[in-house]
């Protein structure tokens, strides 16, 4: 009597193909992973350039004196600050946006009044950008309210 054997394992040819199929979804799937972190990236600092602008209004009604922002890129020197509180002769706060997000604003400074309007007149809108020419747009209006769009 002799024994059957069945051979157990995989081919070449299955493994070549299976390694292939993961190598075609790893191909596909980073991309859309950098692009997911460049999202966010984005997401995340439009809202912190919100809070801001929206502390910087609670700050100037609660305090009973007016807060200006400025959009100045590496103000004070040495520093890599893209907008900050400046409120007396240096400034007080700063914070930066993430590598490969830019900033336009028209204009480049906010002054928030103590009854929470601003004293800027026109579109009053903050741009932000990142490498692949993905934008948020945050508009402040003349009442002091910050929106984004």
């Known amino acids: 009597m002799t024994a059957l054997r069945t051979a157990r394992g995989f081919t070449l040819v299955e493994m070549a193909v299976t390694i292939l199929i993961l190598g075609l979804l790893v191909g596909f799937g980073v991309p859309a992973i950098q692009q997911g972190g460049r999202r966010q990236a984005l997401k995340g600092a439009a809202e912190n350039v919100q809070g801001q602008l929206r502390l910087a209004r609670e700050r100037a009604i609660a305090g009973n004196a007016g807060q200006t922002m400025h959009f100045t890129m590496n103000y004070p020197p040495g520093t890599t600050w893209d907008y900050h509180l400046h409120n007396s002769a240096t400034p ?23 009854d929470g309007t601003i004293t800027n007149f026109g579109t009053n809108k903050i741009i932000i950008q990142d490498s692949q020419r993905q934008r948020d747009t945050i508009y402040v209006q003349s009442s002091g309210l910050v929106l984004e769009k």
């Open 92 to 114: 007080e706060a700063g914070w930066a946006l993430p590598v490969g997000c830019v900033w336009y604003s028209s204009p480049g400074t906010l002054q928030f009044n103590t």
